[in-house]
């Protein structure tokens, strides 16, 4: 589970993040939640669902939508509580607490009149009530760690990854991501794929974990 710690900083971090994008992100009422909808898709697509030609789930970039998807969430809960950090980590830790019940893998998520047993569902299932509850404006932990499991990423990890991306995403806005300048596809890959090899070479132990991250992306971005 999450220290109260990486919680804090996660916080911290992702209204960092939210004021960088839009100074005004808690009276603009930005639809987080939506964003869930459409990063929960595309993990479907990293995941491969199509019966009709082959598809091999690629594990990393769906990890990398969880990490997206967890902004959202932190977003969300800030969101919930107009920007109050203090009170936005009362709410995460009592999510937390109810998602790490040691009957977990006998909870069921009730949506639309339905209950659906977390342990009888595969990985796409999952992904689709995820998108599901978050269009119904819902935020559910348990269902969110559940997933995590399957993408065989625990808290740490995810706290890991999520500092990274979080980096990355600074970095984008650095580079012109909201001016429509910014070059996500780095000789024919994504800024997501340097990410995940950037981070298998740096201990997330060390003070200068994020700087690191900042400047092994520099250093690779394409000039202009």
């Not at 019966?51 to 969880?66: G, H, R, S, T, V």
């Amino acid at each position: 589970m999450l220290t109260i710690d990486q919680a804090t900083t996660m916080l911290s971090m992702q209204a960092a993040m939210n004021s960088k994008v839009d100074p005004d992100w808690v009276s603009a009422r930005h639809p987080y939640l939506r964003a869930i909808v459409i990063e929960g898709a595309e993990a479907i697509e990293h995941h491969g669902w199509k019966w009709w030609k082959k598809q091999d789930k690629d594990l990393a970039q769906l990890q990398m939508e969880l990490i997206d998807i967890w902004h959202f969430i932190l977003s969300e809960i800030l969101l919930n509580n107009d920007g109050n950090e203090g009170e936005s980590l009362a709410q995460l830790q009592e999510l937390l607490t109810e998602a790490d019940l040691p009957s977990l893998k006998h909870r069921k998520i009730s949506f639309d009149g339905q209950d659906y047993p977390l342990n009888a569902m595969n990985l796409i299932q999952k992904l689709e009530l995820l998108i599901a509850v978050s269009v119904s404006k819902r935020i559910e932990l348990e269902l969110f760690e559940s997933i995590m499991i399957d993408c065989k990423v625990d808290w740490t990890e995810l706290y890991c990854q999520y500092v990274g991306k979080n980096v990355l995403n600074f970095f984008r806005q650095d580079h012109g991501y909201k001016e429509g300048t910014y070059q996500k596809i780095w000789s024919g890959r994504e800024d997501n794929e340097y990410l995940v090899e950037i981070m298998a070479t740096l201990n997330p132990d060390t003070s200068s974990f994020r700087d690191d991250i900042y400047s092994a992306l520099e250093q690779l971005y394409p000039s202009q």
